[in-house]
């Protein structure tokens, strides 16, 4: 097989897999409750109360705000907090992943049969 089409294939099929992640709505009745499920080096999306949207890896908590590489948002200001989830922890996501897998090898064979 190709050396360089083995290499555009690999590359393509990292970039499907590492999309496997998502935002969840932290679900809370307050700010201060969300924050509570927030750890240190989570990424975070936090839309404030005047819609601004905010993405940042948390570095801390202090005096009420949180506060990530170049951003820090009050507790107070904030209208919903999502935290980023890998999505290899939910088995039908996991499941997908190795559907996904098993088709994209199966592709590369029937490639190198026809002699692309």
Same mark, same amino acid.
């Given at each position: 097989m190709n050396?360089?089409?083995v290499s555009v294939c690999a590359t393509l099929?990292?970039?499907?897999?590492?999309?496997?992640?998502?935002?969840e709505i932290i679900d809370s009745q307050s700010p201060e409750l969300a924050v509570l499920e927030l750890d240190i080096?989570?990424?975070v999306k936090v839309v404030t109360t005047d819609g601004k949207n905010v993405r $940042? &890896? !948390?570095?801390a908590i202090e005096d009420d705000?949180?506060?990530?590489?170049?951003?820090?948002?009050?507790?107070?200001?904030?209208h919903t907090v999502s935290v980023e989830?890998?999505?290899?922890?939910?088995?039908?996501?996991?499941?997908?992943?190795?559907?996904?897998?098993v088709g $994209? &090898? !199966?592709?590369?064979y029937?490639?190198?049969?026809?002699?692309l």
């Open positions: 050396p360089l089409r099929f990292l970039g499907l897999i590492s999309g496997c992640t998502s935002f080096g989570d990424t $940042f &890896t !948390l570095e705000v949180l506060m990530g590489d170049n951003a820090r948002v009050p507790i107070g200001d904030i989830r890998v999505a290899s922890n939910n088995v039908d996501e996991a499941i997908e992943a190795v559907s996904m897998l $994209f &090898t !199966l592709g590369l029937m490639l190198e049969a026809a002699g």
